[in-house]
């Protein structure tokens, strides 16, 4: 199989705090999906012709965006069209939006490019976003296109035991260490563009 271009991509991670512990907002894609057929993500996809605009006040902070900028292939989206992607991913697969804020609402917490040999590749960056940031109820789905089925919060230790896949299961484990108050040590980067597997770490 010829190897499939690698496309940039933005993913959100909507974090809800709760007595039981934190939870995250997963859904499932189709058993007939030519990606990660069946498998349980977070809302995202591919970057737009019509998320190249001017970034929107109150989404990145200055780390972020400085993180977002580094080990980038040419041309790449600018920080503003990944956020803007970002965002509208969330509301067509879950059908939520963000109020307005006047302090950044997303945080870009780890970058992932898919392997070589897969059906497609993408350069994704997940963004963290705190659900009390949600306009409106964040249990309301009704406007949620059917790309997500079994559209859930879930605990992150419960949601290990679906069927996800690898880099998942990998930002879950992030993720729960950033809201146990593990030190800000820079953004995970599973490098996979060239031939060898490159960890870094985006700080």
């Known amino acids: 199989m010829t190897d499939q271009p690698i496309r940039p991509a933005a993913t959100t991670v909507l974090l809800r705090r709760t007595g039981a512990g934190p939870q995250v907002l997963m859904g499932q894609r189709g ?17 737009d012709a019509g998320d190249h605009r001017p970034l929107t006040p109150g989404l990145l902070g200055g780390p972020c965006i400085a993180r977002l900028g580094q080990h980038l292939p040419d041309p790449a989206p600018s920080p503003a069209a990944l956020a803007a992607a970002a965002l509208r991913e969330l509301h067509e697969e879950t059908g939520l939006t963000l109020a307005p804020a006047s302090d950044p609402a997303l945080r870009f917490i780890f970058r992932a490019i898919t392997p070589p040999g897969r059906s497609r590749r993408f350069d994704a960056r ?23 089925s079994h559209l859930h919060w879930i605990g992150c230790g419960e949601a290990r035991a679906l069927d996800l896949p690898f880099i998942t299961e990998v930002v879950l484990a992030e993720i729960a260490a950033l809201t146990e108050g593990r030190p800000d040590e820079g953004v995970p980067f599973f490098d996979n563009s060239g031939p060898v597997p490159t960890f870094r770490r985006l700080v």
């Open 31 to 47: 058993a007939g999906a030519a990606f990660m057929p069946s498998k349980y993500v977070f809302p995202g996809g591919g970057v």
């Open 126 to 148: 997940f963004f963290l976003i705190d659900a009390g940031r949600i306009a409106g109820d964040p249990d309301d789905f009704s406007a949620a296109s059917d790309e997500l």
